[in-house]
């Protein structure tokens, strides 16, 4: 999958 798709199915509670 691509990036986006990575960060948008993984959720991550450490802030960016």
Do not use: E, S
């Amino acid at each position: 999958m691509t990036g986006v798709q990575f960060k948008l199915h993984h959720h991550h509670h450490h802030p960016d």
